[in-house]
C-alpha cells in the first residue's frame, strides 16, 4: 500500500452535517479498508441524536474547545487533549454545550461509514460560513441511510419533534 498524504482544504473533501463540518483525512479506499478518519468540526448545539454502529468502533480526540458526550448513558466533557473510545454495539451521542466551536478527529474502524456521509451530507462550498440547520430533511435520510451503513438510530422522531 502507498503511504497517504491529504491535506485539510482540499476540494471536495468536507461535508455539512447535523450542526457539524467534517473533513475527511483518511477514506477506506486510502487505508485498505482499516479505518476511516475525519476531522470534526462542532459547532454551537451541534452534534448527532442517539445512536450506535453495529460494525466499526469508534475514537474521538478533542484538539479545541470541549464536547459533552454520552456514552452507555454516562455523560462527561471531553475537552481539548481528551480521547473517548467507543466500541461498536454502544449507544452514544455527542453536543457541543459551550459558546465556541470545538474540533476533534474521529477515527473509525474498519472503515466504511465514510459512504454514510457521502450520501446523507451536504458538500461544503465555503467552510467560513455557519452550519445549515438541520431541517426533517436532514433527520429523515440520516434515518433512511443508517441500516446501509450499520447505523442504528436511538431516538423516536415523532417523540422528539
Given at each position: 500500500?502507498?503511504?497517504?498524504?491529504?491535506?485539510?482544504?482540499?476540494?471536495?473533501?468536507?461535508?455539512?452535517?447535523?450542526?457539524?463540518?467534517?473533513?475527511?483525512?483518511?477514506?477506506?479506499?486510502?487505508?485498505?479498508?482499516?479505518?476511516?478518519?475525519?476531522?470534526?468540526?462542532?459547532?454551537?448545539?451541534?452534534?448527532?441524536?442517539?445512536?450506535?454502529?453495529?460494525?466499526?468502533?469508534?475514537?474521538?480526540?478533542?484538539?479545541?474547545?470541549?464536547?459533552?458526550?454520552?456514552?452507555?448513558?454516562?455523560?462527561?466533557?471531553?475537552?481539548?487533549?481528551?480521547?473517548v473510545f467507543i466500541p461498536r454495539e454502544t449507544p452514544h451521542s455527542y453536543r457541543n454545550e459551550t459558546d465556541e466551536p470545538a474540533r476533534m478527529l474521529t477515527i473509525y474502524a474498519p472503515a466504511g461509514m465514510e459512504g454514510w456521509f457521502l450520501e446523507v451530507c451536504t458538500?461544503?462550498?465555503?467552510?467560513?460560513?455557519?452550519?445549515?440547520?438541520?431541517?426533517?430533511?436532514?433527520?429523515?435520510?440520516?434515518?433512511?441511510?443508517?441500516?446501509?451503513?450499520?447505523?442504528?438510530?436511538?431516538?423516536?422522531?415523532?417523540?422528539?419533534?
Amino acid at each position: 500500500m502507498d503511504i497517504v498524504h491529504t491535506s485539510f482544504g482540499q476540494d471536495g473533501r468536507s461535508w455539512w452535517g447535523p450542526g457539524d463540518m467534517y473533513t475527511f483525512v483518511v477514506t477506506g479506499e486510502e487505508s485498505g479498508g482499516a479505518m476511516f478518519a475525519m476531522d470534526c468540526l462542532v459547532g454551537i448545539g451541534g452534534g448527532p441524536p442517539p445512536h450506535r454502529h453495529l460494525a466499526e468502533d469508534e475514537l474521538f480526540t478533542v484538539y479545541e474547545g470541549a464536547v459533552e458526550f454520552t456514552v452507555a448513558g454516562k455523560t462527561s466533557t471531553i475537552a481539548k487533549g481528551d480521547s473517548v473510545f467507543i466500541p461498536r454495539e454502544t449507544p452514544h451521542s455527542y453536543r457541543n454545550e459551550t459558546d465556541e466551536p470545538a474540533r476533534m478527529l474521529t477515527i473509525y474502524a474498519p472503515a466504511g461509514m465514510e459512504g454514510w456521509f457521502l450520501e446523507v451530507c451536504t458538500p461544503v462550498d465555503d467552510p467560513s460560513k455557519p452550519p445549515p440547520p438541520v431541517t426533517d430533511e436532514l433527520i429523515q435520510k440520516m434515518l433512511e441511510a443508517g441500516p446501509r451503513y450499520n447505523v442504528e438510530w436511538l431516538f423516536d422522531l415523532a417523540a422528539d419533534a
